[in-house]
């Protein structure tokens, strides 16, 4: 069969490699994809992921069996609705369910109705109204998300009132991220050990993934500042079988069972933000595909071919498959440009890689880099991830941290603590 994935990064370049496996899958095309991604697909980086036009008519033009919708901004123009308008197969949610993503007011007013624990909150248009409300929980750190998808930058964790009033002023009055923070939701700061469960849902049955830690700060110790993600371990070492299945009864099914009852039943990769705090896990966000880069870890330890839960999550078949995963541990080493996530520079050369993007010694997933005379370079902030498994969590580190200090360009950086929580 042929797929298309739609996307350009990390997360998609696993997901391809991983339904490679299949001997189902003979053909991958991907759009736009990158560098990396071009030596397990074959690119069209002419066509925007949030292009649906394009993504339809190349849908058809190339008839593909099944197009992979992998990132958050296309699902929440509802590419998946045209897809499916056209009789294209399509892998994810529509507009409507991928709202528990692209609204955080959505989301949180949806955990509310249905009792699934999340952080206490409140909802403004308001700046002034919003720092009243701030002042008057006098609680510190607080937490100031945009109402929509802002690539990862909406959400401020304030450690006072300057900084409070600083982030509603730049989201409310002086429009920071447009029309994805004209609202904006104050809520309390949740603690605890934090956890990633990704899981594949046809909008009925819900299958849990294997659980992951992602490390978001830019520098060792959890310093510096928010990233996209600098590294992940699998599992995650604090969710317990205990508290898995407490989260199944109190947060999963009921997250399915809410969408279904809005009108809205969610198809896909359903990603939960979990806080394990002292009073039990809360929901902090939730995701309406998969995580990046929790799927680098994530995939490697799953057995069962990944083609099949796509078909059986799209065909509304997925309490019929028997999901399989390795008794191991995986770990993921970001390979990030010099100054990010702030200006970094792009076109630096890297050196340590094979002819198609690859080591012997570890898997080496492709997040900004582009092919040019040749040489692979660096073409984002998150560059590579270097990902590997073992039968310990420190045999999987030891193991992508010593591939990792084989791959080189100017200005590399990477955290050198991944999974010492």
């Avoid at 002419?46 to 296309?74: G, Y």
């Avoid at 199944?248 to 997250?255: K, Q």
């Avoid at 390795?326 to 520079?345: I, N, Q, T």
Wanted: charged share 20%; glycine share 10%.
């Amino acid at each position: 069969m042929t797929i298309l994935m739609i996307g350009s990064g990390g997360r998609e370049h696993a997901l391809i490699r991983k339904l490679k496996e299949s001997p189902r899958v003979s053909r991958v095309l991907c759009a736009p994809g990158n560098g990396g991604i071009a030596c397990d697909a074959q690119c069209f980086p002419h066509i925007a992921a949030t292009d649906i036009p394009a993504i339809v008519a190349l849908a058809k033009s190339e008839q593909v069996d099944l197009v992979f919708v992998a990132p958050d901004d296309p699902l929440a123009l509802g590419l998946v609705n045209a897809l499916q308008a056209e009789g294209i197969r399509a892998f994810g949610p529509t507009k409507a369910a991928a709202r528990i993503e692209a609204s955080k007011v959505f989301s949180k007013e949806l955990m509310q109705k249905y009792n699934i624990p999340t952080a206490q909150y409140a909802v403004f248009e308001d700046a002034a109204a919003a720092l009243d409300y701030v002042r008057q929980q006098g609680a510190y750190p607080t937490v100031i998300k945009a109402d929509g998808l802002a690539l990862g930058k909406g959400v401020v964790i304030a450690q006072n009132e300057a900084e409070a009033a600083d982030a509603l002023q730049a989201m409310l009055v002086e429009g920071k991220f447009g029309a994805s923070g004209r609202r904006v939701v104050v809520e309390e700061c949740l603690t605890g050990p934090e956890v990633s469960v990704l899981a594949f849902t046809d909008g009925v049955t819900l299958a849990p993934m294997v659980s992951s830690m992602d490390h978001k700060r830019a520098l060792d110790g959890d310093r510096g500042l928010n990233t996209g993600g600098m590294g992940t371990i699998a599992p995650n070492g604090h969710y317990t079988a205990q508290i898995a299945a407490q989260c199944l009864e109190t947060i999963f099914l009921p997250t399915i069972r809410a969408l279904q009852s809005e009108g809205c039943p969610f198809s896909g990769c359903l990603y939960f933000g979990l806080m394990l705090t002292p009073q039990g896990p809360k929901v902090i966000e939730y995701n309406a595909r998969f995580g990046d880069p929790e799927t680098q870890v994530v995939l490697p330890l799953l057995e069962t071919p990944l083609i099949d839960i796509v078909d059986a999550v799209i065909n509304g078949t997925l309490a019929d498959i028997d999901i399989r995963w390795k008794d191991a541990h995986a770990a993921c080493v970001v390979l990030a440009s010099g100054g990010y996530p702030e200006a970094y520079e792009k076109g630096k050369v890297i050196a340590g890689l094979d002819a198609s993007g690859q080591r012997a010694d570890a898997e080496i997933i492709h997040a900004g880099t582009a092919l040019v005379d040749g040489q692979f370079v660096t073409a984002g902030g998150r560059v590579l991830g270097v990902v590997a498994t073992g039968e310990s969590l420190s045999d999987a580190l030891d193991a992508a941290y010593a591939a990792a200090a084989q791959v080189t360009f100017d200005g590399v950086h990477y955290r050198r603590d991944i999974g010492s929580r």
